[in-house]
């Protein structure tokens, strides 16, 4: 290794610890000057019959305490969107309370961190409750959170520098002292979670091949939608859909062909489809592997299609019965870890 090498590697070295330096003690700093403004600001509303909960700084709902009113801690509820177990989370209290539309003219004009994304929400004056920021809801606490870790690997020491600044700057236009994550608790945090995605993750596929003749592409959009897939975002996919009391139709199981065909006149023809489940998005309640299965077998009747994997290998129900009850197993693991297969949180990380 030359010398220039070295120097560079030296360099590089003493300016991440410098950055790392710096973030702590900017954190160290706003911390001490939110003790002093809590000191001196007013218990914030509280809607009536709620009880008294104690909560760690990221807003998981510990045991009830018996304390007296002077010392009684505000609500705090789980975020609908920001998820401690995988978002660094930097928060400002607000006094005098602010409106929606506000906190939202000052908000950073880009929600990313380098290439992690940004979260806001709101804790509203009145109900006490975290959600996403309304125009002309009144907020008494706002959150900015940045997604430790994705399909793309952890966040890094200047992505998260990013979004300290951001952070700062936010502060500054709401004449605020954040409260502020800590970087090497943050970039430790990031890093755990991404081994662990890494090791649980899994996208499970089955092959649909044609025995003789290949399908043209009406046919085979007419035989999956009497399967129950409706048209994708993309050409080339279509998707099975659940839906559940809380959120809008989500995709549950993907079908691919070639989008070249499917974007052609409809005289194109393919010789495979693929049906694509992502594991850890998908509900296990919904039985995913099992609404695939069935799929694949109705479509496999209707085309005269061989169901083989990646190697064009035959797929016989014994060898699907084992990935079903391997999945078992990688559901219960993201259970406990607090990432339920199909929750937010697990559909953010496993992207």
Known sequence: MGQLQIALIVIGAIIIAAVIAYNTWQSGKFKRQRAAVEDDAQTAIEPAGLDTLTADTHGHLLEPLALSPEVAPR????PLQID????????FLLDPVRTGDMLLSRLPKTARAGGKRMLFEGRHAQTGRWEPLQPQHPYAELQAAVQLSNRAGPINAIEFSEFIAKCHELGEALSVAPDLP??????EQARALDAFAGDNDAQLSITLRARSVPWGIDFLRQRAQAAGFVPGAEAGRMVLLYQDVEQAPTPLVHLQFDARADLSDGAAAVSHATLLLEVPQAPATQKPFARMRQ??????????????DDNNAPLPDAALDHIEKQLDLLYEVLEQRGLPAGSPAAQRLFS
């Open 182 to 187: 800590d970087m090497a608790e943050a970039l």
């Open 75 to 78: 609500p705090r509820l789980v």
């Open 84 to 91: 401690p177990l995988i978002d660094a989370i930097a928060s």
């Open 295 to 308: 799929a694949a077998r109705e479509l496999a009747s209707a085309l005269d299609a061989a169901v083989v």
